[in-house]
């Protein structure tokens, strides 16, 4: 990964919260993808992404974000972000209504709350 | 082979072209087998002998080793080799003096080497190879019928001898000279990394004299927040050991750098370095780090001549707070100095191969270096290769120069030219963040040109996919209320295909008032336009 990101992992009441800090372009988004599909577990019953943190993303990483939504719909798993308000973040998302496919938190708390109401 | 037993055909011809082929130039660039090969050909011919062999000195200084031969292959096959002192090799380098073996079959001097009598050698005429008082080898002619080696003969053996030896130290000095002069180059950045509103150049002219080699070196290293480091240094002492030193005082200052220190604890760190090592050398180096975004220079030194800022309006060394060359005993504080470098001025840094001239005073090199510099281009290039050209390198010494000049441009506009590649986006955006800065842009206008911008250029990046070296321009430029940014590409555009791959074009869009998307044969340009004051996106 560029020096553009970090990506870090943690676990929140058993749900696997990863958290990107930085910039996430073309240069960085695939592998970003990759790191945060490899943190989904069998047990889970969904994933945390959490981009409080993020300070630009752009149409790269916004397809990392359906790509990986696609996918956790497959396996019956949800997508849940959590996006600091108002932010560079949440106002592309908002723009390419990303919400459509992914429930959308100010805080990693109550992104943690939504799953373990699941 | 067979020949009658006859003096050597001392026919004046024969003997000059002999010693011609023994000194010819080009003799310079074969490698050293091949050397020595030429050399006993022309032995052969002009003695008239049957056999001829070269043995060199081997690194120990005591033994002898067979490298070349004529008629007795074998025994470089064999990798023969005698100490000094031993048969009949060996008595000629204990010697220094000529040894004659009239006759094998009847020699009292003891011959080591059981190879003459298997090839039927009679008759051995040795002479020493010598440079400079000091051994080199031994260089001897055989015949496979008795011979009375003349004094004619010993004579003219030794003179080819004196010259080939001549030939072999040349040799030895160049190729130990283009060892050191490859390592360092090796060690030496390939290409200086590109920085947009940046303009780097760099000259590195190795000191020609082969003994005076060393290790001058520079730099040029992005650091993670975007500051860019910039560093220029020298190592006392020459050779592979200077070199090898370079190498590594290169690598620590970077990883330094990198760390994200000031100038000032950088330079304190690598001064740690040296003295943690043991490293007995002593090394200058002069370290900045360029802030793009307040146009600031911050710069530490130890043992360094000052820096020079050359801008339009003036030309002065920077008034450096200069620390002890790195590997000056004790333990020693580094201040920095901290300096303005506006658009179009232009930083140099330089080793003191470049002012120092033997029997001219340092303070003489200096002055001639800014009138130099104050006439010369303001251009990074330009500027280097004058510097070279009025100031030519005498041999003795390496010169590194490296001119760092701020090239965002004076006029409010903003032009790029970069890699098609992604890890150049972050690039675009910080140079559109930085161009924004402080004008009557809000927040959200900012936000939105960067986004727009970056997806442009991504398309950009991605229509470059099939050329090789595929670079692509970003200009931006402010109107009354407006800003306009084009992207300029030279690939083909690809219509978005896929769910996923219009988003760029649509966050183009929505953030702009106006998007423009003009394919051609030669390229794509994309205008982007959006009339400035709105607080959202």
Known sequence: MSDLANFGLEQRNGHPVARITGEIDASNAEEIGRRIRDSVTNQALGLIVDLSHTTYIDSAGIRLLFDLAGRLERRGLELHLVTAEPSQVAEVLDLVSLDSVAERHPSLAAATAALDQD | MERSAEPADTGASTVAAGLQRVTEGRLAYLDLEDLLNELLDATVEILGADTAAMLLVED????????????????????????IGAGFAGAVAATLKPVVIEDLDQSPVQVVNPLFREVGVRSLLGVP???????????????????PFSEDDIHLLQTVADRAALSIEHHRLALSHRVVEALQRGLLPERLPHIPELSFAARYVPATEAASVGGDWYDVVPLRDGRIAVAVGDVAGHGVAAASLMGELRTALRVYGLDGLDAAHTIEKLARFVSDRGIVSMATCAYATVDLDRSRVTLATAGHPPPLLVSPDGTQFVDQAAGPPLGASGHHEYEQTEFAIGPGELLLLYTDGLIERRGHRLSDGLAELAVVASDAPLDAELMCERVIAALPPDGSDDVAVLTIQNVATANGALALRLSARPDQLIVVRRALRRWLAGSDATDADVSATVIAANEACSNAIEHAYALSEASFGVEAQRGHDTVEV????????????????????????ATMDEVEVAPSTGGTTVRLVRRLGREEL
């Open chain 2, 60 to 83: 120990d200084g005591r033994t002898l080793a067979a490298r070349a031969a004529k008629g007795l292959e074998a025994e470089v096959e064999r990798g023969f080799r005698l100490p």
């Open chain 2, 129 to 147: 190879l010598v440079v400079e008082g000091r051994l080199v080898g031994v260089l001897h002619v055989g015949t496979l019928e008795p011979r």
């Open chain 2, 486 to 509: 084009t992207v300029r590409d030279s690939g083909s555009w690809r219509e978005p295909r896929g769910d996923h791959r219009g988003r760029g074009l649509s966050l183009m869009r």
